[in-house]
């Protein structure tokens, strides 16, 4: 089950620099979209989410754009910190009433250096 | 800040012994959730819960799997007869009402022997 995608494993940037993480979808049903971020041995964290009746949410230094024709949404994060490290999940849902379950991607490896 | 709190944090069990993890999920909320990461692989959703009754399940959710509301706070995942291949984190989860996000508990390690 692929319908959810995060092709780079790993990403390494410098202090104060932008980060990108990227995801892909193949599922047009998906409606809502979720990035969170896990430090080991904890639990994802909430981030930042996204419509798709919308093409850019903002919060702080996380914004998430989102292309639906492209099926792909990306998280920025300007500027990097070091605390930044961590893995990053992307997540969508389907709007149903009840259920709303996630479907999470491999996560991407975020390494900030200073 | 309201939180969803997992106990234990670590079980070790053998194969075949019945195991319960329990969540306490954020006060107001009404969805409730069970996740698993197997080690190396992706966060994988096992059920949904809302008004006392499974909203929806995976495939991995399968007879020895069960979920329980037993009082105003608390919400278990029931594995009966555990097998190696449930050893994995298990996250519980809660969302409110008319919204999406949903908040993850810091997760039980559960390993099977």
């Known amino acids: 089950d692929q319908q959810v995608k995060q092709n780079s494993p790993s990403l390494s940037v410098q202090e104060g620099r932008i980060s990108i993480l990227n995801c892909d979808y193949t599922?047009?049903?998906?409606?809502?979209f979720l990035w969170y971020k896990k430090y080991p041995a904890e639990g994802p964290t909430f981030l930042i989410s996204i419509s798709s009746i919308k093409d850019k949410n903002e919060d702080g230094r996380f914004t998430v754009f989102l292309n639906k024709s492209a099926k792909h949404l990306s998280l920025h994060i300007v500027p990097s910190q070091p605390g930044d490290s961590a893995v990053y999940f992307c997540a969508a849902s389907e709007g149903t009433e009840y259920g709303n379950k996630l479907v999470f991607g491999a996560g991407t490896i975020l390494r900030v250096k200073s | 800040e309201p939180e969803v709190t997992q106990t234990p944090s670590h079980q070790v069990t053998q194969m075949g012994q019945e195991v319960i993890l329990r969540c306490v999920p954020i006060?107001?909320?009404?969805?409730f959730y069970w996740y698993r990461q197997i080690l190396g692989q992706k966060v994988e959703f096992l059920v949904s819960?809302?008004?006392?009754?499974?909203?929806?399940k995976s495939e991995i959710f399968d007879d020895q799997f069960s979920v329980e509301r037993p009082d105003g706070s608390n919400f278990t995942l029931k594995i009966r007869s555990t097998k190696l291949e449930d050893s994995a984190m298990y996250f519980c989860a809660s969302r409110g009402t008319g919204t999406h996000e949903q908040y993850f508990g810091p997760g039980t390690r559960l390993t099977v022997t």
């Open positions: 599922n047009s049903m998906f409606d809502y």
């Open positions: 006060s107001n909320h009404l969805y």
């Open positions: 819960f809302y008004n006392n009754e499974i909203s929806e």
